[in-house]
């Protein structure tokens, strides 16, 4: 048996031997091989070998071996064939692209055309929403919010803090990882089981915003489903349109709301192939209301199924609070459903509901699921609870008053001769029409009145439609109405803006929540 010492010594002596047959074998390489043409085949160029790493035993054991020298030629030469000065010539005049100017001279375009958007820091207690507090320059000041869309203020119901409280104090702050990956609890079944028996459907699935949910499942879809072609309204949300242009399937626009359109759009579509028609039930911004039952009919009667997003629906219609699908008794005509918890359920997360096969796919195949950390115990805990609210005569009782306010506020502004669009939903937008007159209204509000609502521009909406966008609220008191339309008239005015008169007699008012 050799010994130990003899070992080494062979061990060094192979070393030597391959460090030089490299050496030599690179020297050549350099006077023969990288002298080739630029656009040399890929299979004429030194392979690469265990020895090109510095963690090689044989480099370490060996000695006088110009290691980084042939690590650097590799580098010099390495897949392309191309002369070792051919990037320094290319590129010795230019100058490198300066990014910070870049991203400078972008946000002054935004702040240029009034775009630019400032964000208030609210100080919000849950004792006392919808009265907030404004920080500014070291200073608080109290105000009051218009444009919370906390629709039933549940994200400060003292049942919903108390099962946010003991959840953070049973289980912690956090999930601890993605669903896969230690982050499924009990809560996160329980939650997902009560949001499909809330929607009346086979399952649902959390995500960590509707937004997420949103992009997903439309990309992960519609890349599924063979031949697949979509359909989509032309007021859908930013995150449906993400999902959408991110999966670069076929798609089509419809306009907002317009059934004959979609039917024709449809009709030119083969029968046999996948469609998805996406669409919102309660639009964010303009406040309409689709007909789901005929947008359903459409939909399946050639072929393909609805995803429709209902936001600023959940908890806000229907007996049960479900959305608009409950209150019209359309549900089982609903294919897929996706929800906020974030809004009228006072938390935060999205969520989708559909069939059992839908959701496991979406489960199996979606990477903005997979790949996230899951909600947080205390967020699951409190959303049962909003869920258990709006399920009550207590949540029945909350959406009367925050239709009835809403449309107290619509009839009121209309007769001070704002121009209101006169919706059928619970938003109530004020059309401006230009995004530097909406600044000025909304900073003359807060400043003179300290009422707080946010002027919507671009790209939330089209240039042109600005507008403000107030959201009444069951926490709201009269006396806090009549303030806001006399406030609101005194700051248009002092904005140079023209009032206008139309007709919504509020004995006329027709509340539709059931």
């Given at each position: 048996?050799?010994?130990?010492?003899?070992?080494?010594?062979?061990?060094v002596a192979v070393s030597k031997v391959l460090a030089n047959y490299h050496h030599r074998r690179f020297s050549l390489a350099k006077k023969n091989l990288f002298r080739t043409a630029l656009n040399s085949d890929y299979e004429n160029t030194i392979p690469?070998?265990?020895?090109?790493?510095?963690?090689?035993?044989?480099?370490?054991?060996?000695?006088?071996?110009?290691?980084?020298?042939?690590?650097?030629?590799?580098?010099?030469?390495?897949?392309?064939?191309?002369?070792?000065?051919?990037?320094?010539?290319?590129?010795?005049?230019?100058?490198?692209?300066?990014?910070?100017?870049?991203?400078?001279?972008?946000?002054?375009?935004?702040?240029?055309?009034?775009?630019?958007?400032?964000?208030?820091?609210?100080?919000?207690?849950?004792?006392?929403?919808?009265?907030?507090?404004?920080?500014?320059?070291?200073?608080?000041?109290?105000?009051?919010?218009?444009?919370?869309?906390?629709?039933?203020?549940?994200?400060?119901?003292?049942?919903?803090?108390?099962?946010?409280?003991?959840?953070?104090?049973?289980?912690?702050?956090?999930?601890?990882?993605?669903?896969?990956?230690?982050?499924?609890?009990?809560?996160?079944?329980?939650?997902?089981?009560?949001?499909?028996?809330?929607?009346?459907?086979?399952?649902?699935?959390?995500?960590?915003?509707?937004?997420?949910?949103?992009?997903?499942?439309?990309?992960?879809?519609?890349?599924?489903?063979?031949?697949?072609?979509?359909?989509?309204?032309?007021?859908?949300?930013?995150?449906?349109?993400?999902?959408?242009?991110?999966?670069?399937?076929?798609?089509?626009?419809?306009?907002?709301?317009?059934?004959?359109?979609?039917?024709?759009l449809l009709k030119k579509l083969p029968l046999d192939s996948p469609k998805i028609v996406a669409f919102e039930s309660v639009h964010s911004m303009d406040g309409s209301i689709c007909d789901l039952h005929r947008m359903c009919d459409i939909t399946h009667?050639?072929?393909?199924?609805?995803?429709?997003?209902?936001?600023?629906?959940?908890?806000?219609?229907?007996?049960?609070?479900?959305?608009?699908?409950?209150?019209?008794?359309?549900?089982?005509?609903?294919?897929?459903?996706?929800?906020?918890?974030?809004?009228?359920?006072?938390?935060?997360?999205?969520?989708?509901?559909?069939?059992?096969?839908?959701?496991?796919?979406?489960?199996?195949?979606?990477?903005?699921?997979?790949?996230?950390?899951?909600?947080?115990?205390?967020?699951?805990?409190?959303?049962?609870?909003?869920?258990?609210?709006?399920?009550?005569?207590?949540?029945?009782?909350?959406?009367?008053?925050?239709?009835?306010?809403?449309?107290?506020?619509?009839?009121?502004?209309?007769?001070?001769?704002?121009?209101?669009?006169?919706?059928?939903?619970?938003?109530?937008?004020?059309?401006?029409?230009?995004?530097?007159?909406?600044?000025?209204?909304?900073?003359?509000?807060?400043?003179?009145?300290?009422?707080?609502?946010?002027?919507?521009?671009?790209?939330?909406?089209?240039?042109?439609?600005?507008?403000?966008r107030i959201v009444p609220n069951p926490c709201h008191s009269m006396e806090m109405i009549d303030k806001l339309v006399f406030a609101l008239t005194d700051a248009w005015l002092k904005s140079k803006q023209k009032l206008i008169y139309q007709s919504f007699?509020?004995?006329?008012?027709?509340?539709?929540?059931?």
């Amino acid at each position: 048996m050799l010994s130990k010492s003899s070992n080494s010594s062979k061990i060094v002596a192979v070393s030597k031997v391959l460090a030089n047959y490299h050496h030599r074998r690179f020297s050549l390489a350099k006077k023969n091989l990288f002298r080739t043409a630029l656009n040399s085949d890929y299979e004429n160029t030194i392979p690469l070998i265990c020895t090109d790493t510095i963690d090689c035993p044989f480099f370490k054991n060996s000695e006088n071996v110009k290691l980084y020298d042939i690590l650097n030629l590799r580098t010099e030469y390495n897949l392309v064939g191309k002369e070792k000065n051919f990037y320094s010539n290319k590129y010795k005049n230019s100058v490198m692209f300066d990014y910070e100017s870049y991203f400078s001279q972008k946000i002054e375009d935004k702040k240029r055309d009034g775009s630019y958007r400032y964000f208030k820091k609210v100080i919000r207690h849950a004792d006392s929403f919808p009265n907030v507090q404004e920080q500014a320059e070291n200073k608080v000041k109290d105000i009051t919010i218009w444009c919370s869309n906390d629709y039933l203020g549940l994200g400060r119901h003292p049942y919903v803090l108390s099962q946010v409280t003991d959840a953070v104090m049973k289980y912690g702050a956090g999930s601890g990882g993605t669903r896969n990956i230690s982050g499924s609890t009990p809560l996160h079944y329980k939650l997902e089981e009560q949001l499909a028996k809330l929607h009346q459907k086979e399952s649902a699935l959390l995500f960590t915003s509707c937004y997420v949910a949103n992009d997903t499942t439309l990309y992960t879809l519609s890349r599924m489903l063979p031949n697949c072609h979509i359909l989509s309204d032309s007021g859908n949300h930013a995150s449906m349109i993400q999902g959408i242009r991110n999966s670069g399937i076929p798609k089509t626009i419809f306009r907002h709301n317009d059934y004959d359109h979609l039917e024709a759009l449809l009709k030119k579509l083969p029968l046999d192939s996948p469609k998805i028609v996406a669409f919102e039930s309660v639009h964010s911004m303009d406040g309409s209301i689709c007909d789901l039952h005929r947008m359903c009919d459409i939909t399946h009667k050639y072929g393909g199924i609805t995803f429709i997003d209902e936001v600023h629906a959940v908890g806000l219609y229907g007996e049960n609070g479900a959305g608009i699908g409950e209150r019209d008794n359309a549900l089982e005509k609903m294919d897929i459903i996706t929800g906020t918890l974030g809004k009228a359920l006072g938390n935060i997360g999205g969520y989708i509901a559909g069939s059992s096969n839908f959701v496991d796919l979406i489960r199996s195949y979606g990477s903005g699921f997979i790949f996230t950390t899951s909600l947080p115990p205390s967020v699951l805990a409190g959303t049962l609870a909003s869920i258990d609210i709006s399920r009550s005569d207590e949540g029945r009782a909350l959406r009367f008053k925050h239709q009835l306010y809403s449309q107290i506020v619509k009839a009121k502004l209309i007769e001070a001769g704002l121009p209101v669009m006169n919706t059928p939903s619970h938003i109530v937008p004020v059309m401006v029409g230009n995004v530097k007159a909406a600044a000025e209204i909304c900073d003359r509000l807060l400043n003179d009145h300290q009422i707080y609502i946010q002027a919507i521009n671009y790209p939330t909406v089209a240039r042109g439609e600005e507008r403000l966008r107030i959201v009444p609220n069951p926490c709201h008191s009269m006396e806090m109405i009549d303030k806001l339309v006399f406030a609101l008239t005194d700051a248009w005015l002092k904005s140079k803006q023209k009032l206008i008169y139309q007709s919504f007699p509020l004995n006329d008012m027709d509340l539709v929540l059931f």
